[in-house]
């Protein structure tokens, strides 16, 4: 590829990055200001623990990818909001586990069933070989956003 290509084709890989982000900061934007809605933060926490089932605040920011601190916030909206609760570990009291209720799980159902069939309407048109050189591009590009 001519220099000149390459260069133009990482600024527009560069401008997407942002892009994305920016996507996704308006997306937590609509999470603060609509009940309804639900982050991807919020949506992994609901799926680790509908899969893996009630987690503490460590092994659940391990499945979520993000700090204990992020992670207890988190917690702290999905309590409210009822989809999880918090529990005591008997024979440990300084451990908490978190649990899916019946309402977050079904919130975490109903998420599933749309962001399949959104992702289905978006990324109809690719072939597999793309999606899997997308997957290798976005997994670069977190391993760079995680060194700056």
């Known amino acids: 590829m001519p220099e000149s290509t390459e260069a133009e084709t990482r600024d ?3 401008r997407a990055a942002y892009t ?3 996507a996704d900061a308006r997306l937590r934007g609509r999470v603060s200001r609509d009940q309804d809605a639900l ?3 919020h949506a ?3 799926r680790a623990l509908a899969e893996e089932g009630p987690l503490s605040i460590s092994r659940l920011a391990g499945h979520t990818e993000t700090t204990g601190a992020a992670v207890t916030q988190l917690v702290n909206g ?3 909001s009822g989809d999880v ?3 005591r570990v008997e024979d440990d009291r300084r451990t908490v586990l978190v649990r899916i209720t019946a309402s977050g799980l079904r919130r975490h159902e109903e998420r599933e069933r749309k962001l399949a069939a959104a992702f289905d309407e978006t990324l109809e048109h690719f072939r597999p070989a793309q ?3 997308a997957i290798d591009v976005m997994d670069a590009i977190a391993t760079f956003y995680d060194k700056l």
């Open 12 to 14: 527009r890989l560069a």
């Open 20 to 22: 994305l982000s920016a």
């Open 39 to 41: 982050s991807f933060p």
């Open 44 to 46: 992994r926490a609901l």
């Open 78 to 80: 999905l309590v409210k």
């Open 85 to 87: 609760t918090r529990e």
């Open 131 to 133: 999606l899997t050189a």
